[in-house]
């Protein structure tokens, strides 16, 4: 889910992980604080609440606060991810790029374009001399085959196929590099530009299904995720602090997946890549300064969660160095994500939960402790007419799109 905010333009919530990795009951101490609200006649209750996303690690709003009063981004990562360490890991990665929905992989043509069938490892350099404007890797049957389009006089360009090695078709997935630079991959929403190399790969043995799928250097893949995450232009350490969380996200990601075909996506379901075409000059330089560098924990890539604004609070995560803090980096913001307030309307609440009638009450039965109210919302009731409703804060916070939990009704 991409949001646009003034001053961010980065996918604050990652959903997925917010999902699948949330805070846990026990990951931070629970607090009892039982609120109880009223619903007016109007049918209309109002929200005000601070933060922008889930608050476990790196408050990115916080991250360019504490650059702004001095932090190097290593000390920055440090208050964000308590007891983990920095070190220098390079490696490749696999990143699915979910625009790209046909089976056929199709590129524009390049100098010094080379192709790789997976099945034997084996290079192939792809002739110069046919006139060809694109190469693809197309199926047949269960088969990659390859096939070039070249244009002659005023003919309309066509499909030729290619025999690499005198093969019909190749042993295994092929994949495509150039030794002269970035690969453009042709789409029907628009050509988009990648570093490194482009395999149509088979998402199980035997399939006739292709996806499309960059292998790529962590530092390339993390210059095109940075100015998705963080406004480039920020401050030079808290763009480097974004670049070190980034990168080591992505050898999370990895060392979770490390047989599938690929390793982490492109969305705001794991983090932004949006490839070449979405890289900056400073974005760049932040990432070459901190090249090839992670943080890890007991000899692992740490799980570097990150969101817009913590609010004033990070919130307990899933590991030990996912900390429950204050933190005094994060309301350099002003009020625009640090504090907000929004006005409700109880008939979505009916909706999503029907069997409680009319909406009557809101009861907050639990927070996760520390800052304003008692912190993060973990357990509500919904009191209706003719029943009520157990709801998770974060649940509550996904119905109305609220910015964060951490919030009070009044």
Known sequence: MNVSRPGLRRSALLVAVVVALSVLPGAA?????????????????????????????MSQYGANGAARKGLTFAQIL??????????????????L??????????????????????????DYPLPSDLGATQWRLGVTGTKTVVDYTAKTGSKRASWHRYRPGGLATLVGDGVFRSTAGPLTVVMGSGNRVYRDRLAAMSPTPGTSARATVNVIRYDSYVKGVVPAEMPASWSTEAVRA?????????????AQYPRRYYQICDTTSCQVYNGRGGEYPASNKAVDATSNQVLIYQGMPAFTQFSASSGGWTSGGSVPYLAHEADPYDDWSGNYVHSWSVKLDESVLERRYPAIGDLKKITINSRE???EWGGRV??????????????????FRAIYGLRSSWFTLK
Do not use: C, E, N
């Open 29 to 57: 101490s629970a607090r009892s604080t039982r609120q109880s609200f009223t619903v007016d006649r109007s049918g209309t209750f109002t929200v005000v609440g601070h933060g922008f996303g889930h608050g476990h690690g």
């Open 78 to 95: 440090s208050f964000y991810y308590p007891g983990t360490q920095l070190t220098t890991r390079p490696g490749w990665l696999r990143v």
């Open 97 to 122: 790029i979910s625009a790209h929905t046909t089976q056929d992989l199709v590129i524009l043509s390049t100098r010094g374009l080379i192709l790789r069938d997976r099945g034997t490892m084996k």
């Open 242 to 254: 974004q670049a070190v969380a980034a990168r080591t996200y992505a050898q999370w990601s990895a």
């Open 369 to 371: 402790g520390g800052g």
């Open 378 to 395: 973990w357990g509500m009731t919904a009191v209706g007419s003719k029943g009520t409703a157990s709801l998770s804060g974060d649940t």
